[in-house]
């Protein structure tokens, strides 16, 4: 189990599990169809005269629609109650905006009753072969990553809801507007989450098909377990696209061909307001054979970039979207990697309105599928699994991003990182400026940027102003000669100063912070507490270049629950209560207690003074 699960005890004449289905098949400024069926169950000994009430209410709780049905339903049967309400002047869902209107259904059957709340929103979404996707008739590029399940070190796949609050919000502040549950339908409490943030979502049913783990299950269980997440998940504005499967074996053969018209057309048969893609494996051409790719609505390239226009002259129907690409690299013919000089595959997305979007592998670190023995997972997002940013996502910031952006990357290869796989990998770079090794020599910098030109400095001396247009994916290279002090990159638009970043040069550490990312917790033996830890000088610059071994203590309403550094090399056991900073960070995770109160944490390292914070836990 990765979430908080429930047992629910109902009354023998009751609204089916996932039940309620929800969709707007008419939307205009004036007014919004809200079509409904809900399936109501009779497991009493006799049958069930049911009066159905569904009541619909606008985002700012106030009731904006209603309709009433009777039925009588037999022992032992269920019976489908359809409806259709009208909402006028209906307020949009969509990533800025993410209004939830709720639909309350409440059935009354003698002395049985029983009431469900639906959240939904009102938005339309259009594919097009030769436009691309629209999000309520508006041009839209999917920014997006993969996402595992895990939520890092600290607490393995046993997630609190806050942690993915806070690592969604923080992929949002990248840019990041669409996720694919790679390779498996998420908690349900995540696709909450990205409703109420405002975040597309390919909701993925599963991997392989008839090879690897579900090998002995996909006969007996395909469709139960499509039909089953369908049901949870169609009422989600959140989820846009559904995804059958992921570099299956059969691609490219007339069985698998076969096998995925019959699970397209199921999935259309049973859920039709949304498209269906599935992960093509990056073969050049096989996913054409036996038709393969045509079964699908929007056809998903797993690093096939080098393929996309030749498969759209051949193929001119096709809408593509990349359901994996790499990190830094480019997807070419024989996998050979360039960067400076070949462009990124996110040029392949703003250069084709047929290619929909791009869908980075991965966005957060994660656990398991680990290249070498020596680490616990994947190390090639754009946020450690502690939920920090990389230095790398200023890239993507600088992609994704309308309003001025700018960061300063050092590179290094003797930074203590492990880059991971060759062609996910990226240069090892950091955001500090602390390098006495390299005093009086060169030393490689980069700035992503989207303005239209940068200045660096290094203690006032200018390194000059350069254009970023006329470098590769809007990273400026320079070579600067290494001194202590400052690191000083402004960022001009139209001749204006509009972003300036520093790195200064740290000292030793003298203190610890604690940083506590939400200011109080639920005190009901569920919710966590974040806190963020960190070393800084005497002057209060950030620290990374020292690291200091931590001993975190909590007492009073609640209780430790993990710690990460974010480096998946981490030699300490997990569940460990001390751990080295990795950059002068480290991320603690708290659980409250089911008692209201202060929780107070203390932390302490070998030469320096404890560190102390209290959180308040307050009742639910």
């Not at 039909?227 to 069985?255: A, F």
């Not at 996309?308 to 994996?324: A, C, F, Q, V, W």
């Amino acid at each position: 189990m990765t979430s908080e699960k429930g047992l629910t005890v109902k009354d023998p004449v009751y609204v089916d599990n996932w039940g309620v289905s929800v969709s707007t098949p008419r939307i205009s400024d004036a007014e919004g169809d809200v079509y409904l069926e809900t399936a109501i169950h009779n497991e009493s000994k006799g049958s069930a005269n049911v009066r159905l009430l569904t009541e619909i209410y606008s985002p700012d709780g106030k009731k904006v629609g209603s309709n009433s049905q009777n039925a009588n339903i037999t022992p032992g049967q269920s019976s489908i109650i359809r409806q259709n309400i009208t909402v006028k002047q209906p307020v949009l869902w969509d990533l800025e905006t993410p209004n939830l209107y709720a639909v309350v259904t409440k059935i009354n059957a003698g002395s049985y009753t029983d009431e469900i709340h639906t959240p939904f929103g009102f938005r339309t979404l259009t594919w097009d072969a030769q436009k691309g996707f629209s999000l309520n008739g508006e041009t839209l590029k999917l920014k997006g990553v993969n996402l595992h399940q895990d939520g890092g070190i600290a607490v393995g796949t046993a997630v609190p809801e806050r942690i993915w609050e806070m690592r969604l919000t923080r992929l949002k502040e990248i840019g990041v507007n669409f996720i694919r549950t790679s390779h498996n339908p998420p908690a349900s409490e995540f696709l909450d989450l990205c409703d109420r943030i405002g975040l597309l979502v390919l909701d993925e049913f599963f991997d392989k098909w008839k090879s690897g783990y579900y090998q002995e299950y996909y006969d007996e269980w395909w469709k139960t377990d499509v039909l089953m997440t369908l049901k949870r998940d169609r009422n989600h504005p959140s989820v846009i696209l559904w995804s059958v499967g992921n570099e299956v074996s059969e691609q490219g053969s007339q069985e698998g061909a076969e096998r995925l018209q019959t699970m397209v057309e199921f999935v259309h048969n049973n859920e039709p307001t949304r498209k269906v893609t599935a992960g093509l494996y990056p073969s050049g051409s096989n996913h054409n054979t036996y038709g393969f790719a045509d079964k699908i609505d929007v056809v998903g390239h797993n690093y096939n970039e080098p393929f996309y226009e030749s498969d759209k002259t051949n193929y001119p129907h096709r809408i593509m979207l990349g359901t994996e690409n790499y990190l830094y690299y480019r997807g070419l013919a024989g996998n050979e990697m360039h960067f400076e000089d070949v462009k990124h595959s996110w040029r392949d997305v703003l250069e084709h309105d047929w290619v929909v979007g791009w869908t980075l592998w991965a966005g957060i670190d994660y656990l398991g599928e680990t290249p070498r023995f020596n680490l616990k997972g994947w190390p090639t997002g754009i946020l450690e699994a502690s939920g920090r940013e990389k230095t790398i996502a200023g890239l993507y910031r600088a992609f994704w991003k309308e309003e001025p952006q700018l960061k300063i990357a050092v590179l290094d290869d003797a930074l203590d990182i492990d880059p991971g796989p060759l062609n996910w990998s990226s240069p090892k770079m950091i955001g500090h400026w602390n390098f006495p090794q390299y005093r009086n020599q060169l030393i490689r910098v980069h700035t992503f940027s989207n303005c239209d030109s940068v200045e660096l400095q290094i203690n006032r001396r200018s390194m000059g102003k350069r254009a970023v247009s006329v470098h590769n994916n809007q990273t400026v290279t320079w070579m600067v000669p290494y001194a202590d002090g400052v690191l000083k990159a402004t960022g001009y638009k139209n001749g204006e100063v509009v972003i300036t970043e520093e790195l200064r040069t740290a000292g030793e550490p003298a203190k610890i912070v604690l940083k506590n990312l939400y200011p109080t917790v639920k005190a009901d033996g569920q919710d966590v507490a974040l806190i963020e830890i960190g070393l800084v000088d005497e002057n209060g610059l950030q620290v990374q270049h020292d690291d200091r071994k931590i001993t975190v203590i909590v007492d009073g309403a609640g209780v430790f629950a993990g710690l990460d550094n974010g480096d998946l090399r981490m030699r300490e056991p997990i569940g460990t209560n001390q751990l080295s900073t990795w950059f002068g960070h480290c991320m603690l995770v708290v659980r409250s207690k089911q008692i209201a109160g202060d929780i107070r944490l203390t932390v302490k390292c070998e030469g320096l003074p404890d560190a102390t914070l209290n959180i308040s836990s307050v009742k639910p």
